[in-house]
């Protein structure tokens, strides 16, 4: 990792200019026009104003300009804490393995289970609203199966005029056009 971060402080180094400022000390200069930044840099002390050298270990572009500038190798210049990592005493404890991936025998949901009470997208729920109808106003049923509505559209029969299959407790049913039946031709 610490590699990875010298090798592009090195490339970003590139870009920078280089202005001597004492004996180990640099002023690097990244950018240029409005969004040209000055960092000073200490080789000695192993700074630079830009911090990264200080938070990390590993000198920043900067850092990496001046210490070319020296002929110094920047890769002497990271902190020992990247390096030692070789000496750190084995573990005795056993090592750990990764559980056993079980395949799923169906395949994922197409659609996402709703919470109870939760909506479907785009419609509303009906639960809770009373009907009624628009010809009479009664609540509780609505217009298709409205009693007005079937006593004007019916024609009035006497239980004596119809015929003796069908029952005189309920007048016979006509088709709206809706549903199963064959629909009326007009």
């Known amino acids: 990792?610490?590699?990875?971060?010298?090798?592009?402080?090195?490339?970003?180094?590139?870009?920078?200019?280089?202005?001597?400022?004492?004996?180990?000390?640099?002023?690097v200069k990244e950018g240029s026009g409005a969004s040209e930044v000055k960092h000073l840099v200490d080789i000695n002390r192993q700074t630079c104003t830009y911090r990264a050298w200080m938070l990390k270990g590993i000198p920043c572009a900067h850092a990496v300009a001046a210490l070319h500038y020296k002929n110094l190798e920047p890769l002497n210049y990271i902190s020992h804490q990247y390096t030692c990592h070789g000496m750190w005493p084995e573990s005795q404890n056993p090592t750990l393995i990764p559980p056993h991936v079980?395949?799923?025998?169906?395949?994922p949901n197409k659609v996402?289970?709703?919470?109870?009470?939760?909506?479907k997208i785009g419609k509303l729920s009906k639960s809770g609203v009373e009907m009624t109808c628009s010809n009479c106003h009664n609540k509780g049923h609505n217009k298709r199966r409205c009693h007005k509505?079937?006593?004007?559209?019916?024609?009035?029969?006497?239980?004596?005029?119809?015929?003796?299959?069908?029952?005189?407790?309920?007048?016979?049913?006509?088709?709206?056009?809706?549903?199963?039946?064959?629909?009326?031709?007009?």
């Open 1 to 27: 990792m610490a590699m990875k971060v010298l090798e592009e402080n090195t490339e970003r180094s590139m870009k920078c200019n280089i202005f001597w400022n004492g004996e180990f000390g640099f002023n």
């Open 102 to 107: 079980k395949k799923m025998i169906s395949g």
């Open 112 to 119: 996402r289970r709703k919470e109870p009470g939760e909506n």
């Open 149 to 186: 509505a079937a006593g004007s559209n019916t024609v009035a029969t006497s239980p004596s005029s119809l015929p003796a299959s069908v029952g005189s407790s309920k007048p016979p049913k006509q088709s709206t056009g809706r549903g199963r039946g064959t629909p009326k031709r007009f």
